[in-house]
Structure formats: C-alpha cells, structure tokens
C-alpha cells in the first residue's frame, strides 16, 4: 500500500459501509445470543475485513489513506451499532422478563410492528452520547498517551495491521477468514460449544456455590483481545465463582438449588455483584481523579491556550448540551429534574474519560 492520497476515497467509504453494516450485525446476534460483543475490537477485525474486500474481491491495491477511511467508517458504524442494538435488546428483555411491573416507556423495547419515531429518536441520542465522547477522547488524547503513557493495545494492533497490509498475499488473507467462517457454521448445526460441570460438582459436594465451566466461545474471544486484559478476565471470574459465591451463599444472601448451571449462579448472584461493582468503580474512580489532579489541571491549561483543541472541547459540550432537546421530547421532564441535568453531563464526561483511560492500559472497557 502508498502512502499518498487517493482521488478513490470514495471506494474505501463504501467498503466501510459494506463492513461496518455486518460487523454490526454480528455484534448485535452476538450480544442477543451470548450477552457478549467483540465490538471493542472492531478497529482490529475492520481493518483486516476491508483490506481483504479491497484486494480480493476489488482487486486492487489500496493507498493507507483508503484503508485507513474504510476502517474509520466500519468501525464507527460497528461500535454505535453494538451500542444501541445492546441497549435495545436489554430493554426489550427486561420489559419480557419484568412484565407490566417494571414499567419501562414505550419507546424502550420492541413492541412488534414497526419502530416508532420515538424509538428512533431515542436511539439517535444515545448515538450523539457516543459521539460527544469520540470529540473528548480527541481533545485529551496528548494527555492519556504523553503524560500518562497508556499503550492502547488494540490502536497498536490495529496500526501495525496496516502497516503491514502489503505484506499479506490473498492466502493469508482468505485462509483465517474462511475458517472463521466454518467455525461458525459449525457453531449453528451443533449449538452451544462448553463444558459445565457446575451440576455434576453439587453431587459431589451438595449446595456447593462453586461453579466450573469452560465456554469455547468465550476462549476463541480470549485469544483475540490483549494478555493483560484476558488476566483480568480469568481472575474476575475465579473471585467470582470461588470466592464472592461460596461467600454470599455462607452468609444466606444467595440460595443455591440443585443442579444449578454456572449461568443459573449468575443470575442469582446478580443483584449482589452489580451492587459490589458499582461500588468498586466509585472508589476507583474517586482515587485515580484524586491522584491525577495536578496532570488534568496542567492538561485543562493546555486546552485553554491551544485554539483547535478549546474548539474541539466545545464541540463536544456544545452536543452535550444538544441532547436536553430529545431527551426533553421523550421524557418530558419537570423543572426539578432539569436542575439535576447539570450533574448528568459531569458524570457523562466523567466516565467517559474513565472508559479512555481504561481502554489505553487493557484494550477493552
């Protein structure tokens, strides 16, 4: 691939498109089967996606500049696709799950039918939510890699994929991709591809909590994301299956019925897990902005001084602020619960810059 610019830029947005569109559908029957998505790493599957379309299928060699375009646009589409097919699916499940009592609005789920203009709406903002995000990780992108000296594994992964893209002859490209393929179809004739042996520990030791299963999904998904981010995932699991369980059935929070599945466990847990992560995100959050506070107050300064990046900041503000439009046509709020709005936008931008910065140490969030 060169490195000029091409007057086909035009070719590699429409590749995006093409790419973006499946990898969004992907992700979305992942998440409705599984309750898992591979969008995070979009940049990295993208990237190997639309160069195998440009030289395979288009048979021709693409500039960086084309690939680069192809791969902004499908991963664009990819991520605010997996985010508001997540969000519509979980909403449609819980409104299934809860029933009349929970009382979700409307505009939420899926009602069967055709979506609304409300459900559109909706899901319009919670892409602008995104975007505002995209402008902040842009303005304060100096400050995560030059003064905190984050790796971002998958922006490394994902550079070095294109930087080696004219080294890939079509066998390299075709093989990986059509065993995927057959991976997966092989997944649709046999179904659920794991081993849990949770039921058959009880026999062993009745009422045990403690659950073992090994989801092959799940670990082709571990070879894919970074080292340090798979350790953490492996050792969240440990502490919850052989700690936080054991421990919340000890203390008679948690009844553990006979041959329950690892799944079962979960689910049963679930009120007391959520409640233990959010907590833990808070202290979190609250010691890293306290031990950072001299390195934002320098990179405010700098925001200040520096004209692209003030513009930028209020870009994003500015569509922050845009948002009172829809969500005041959806909710219809009253003047006490817009007093609170300003509090919603400080915690958006608060954890957005948590997500930037735990996306550049692990890769994922």
């Not at 989801?215 to 699991?237: Q, V």
Request: with cysteine; hydrophobic share 50%.
């Amino acid at each position: 691939m060169a490195w000029e610019a091409s007057d086909k830029w035009h070719v590699g947005l429409m590749v995006g498109i093409i790419v973006g569109s499946l990898l969004g559908f992907i992700d979305t029957y992942g998440y409705a089967v599984t309750g898992y998505t591979t969008s995070e790493l979009a940049p990295i599957i993208s990237a190997i996606l639309t160069l195998a379309l440009l030289t395979v299928v288009l048979r021709r060699v693409p500039t960086v500049i084309e690939h680069l375009i192809s791969i902004v646009t499908a991963t664009g589409i990819s991520l605010s696709t997996a985010i508001t097919s997540g969000m519509y699916i979980t909403y449609t499940m819980l409104n299934y799950m809860g029933g009349e009592g929970l009382d979700l609005p409307k505009w939420l789920y899926f009602r069967g039918g055709l979506i609304d203009g409300a459900t559109i709406t909706f899901y319009l903002y919670a892409t602008a939510v995104s975007v505002s995000g995209v402008f902040l990780a842009y303005v304060f992108y100096k400050h995560f890699i030059e003064k905190e000296r984050l790796p971002y594994p998958i922006g490394l992964a994902y550079s070095m994929i294109v930087s080696m893209g004219r080294y890939l002859s079509k066998p390299h490209v075709i093989l990986p991709i059509t065993l995927g393929i057959l991976l997966q179809l092989l997944t649709f004739q046999i179904g659920y591809m794991g081993i849990d042996i949770t039921s058959h520990l009880q026999q062993v030791l009745p009422g045990s909590s403690i659950a073992l299963t090994l989801d092959f999904f799940i670990f082709f998904l571990a070879l894919l994301i970074p080292l340090n981010t798979s350790i953490g995932i492996g050792i969240g699991n440990l502490i919850m299956y052989l700690i936080l369980t054991p421990l919340l059935t000890y203390l008679g929070l948690m009844y553990v019925a006979p041959f329950m599945s690892s799944s079962d466990m979960v689910l049963e847990a679930a009120p007391y897990t959520a409640s233990i992560m959010v907590c833990f995100l808070i202290i979190t959050m609250t010691y890293y902005f306290i031990s950072m506070r001299t390195t934002f107050a320098l990179t405010l300064k700098l925001m200040l001084k520096d004209r692209t990046l003030l513009k930028r900041t209020s870009l994003s503000l500015a569509l922050l602020i845009s948002l009172i439009i829809p969500l005041y046509m959806l909710v219809k709020p009253s003047i006490n619960l817009l007093t609170f709005l300003p509090l919603y936008f400080i915690l958006h931008i608060v954890l957005a810059l948590l997500t930037i910065r735990v996306v550049g140490e692990t890769g994922t969030a």
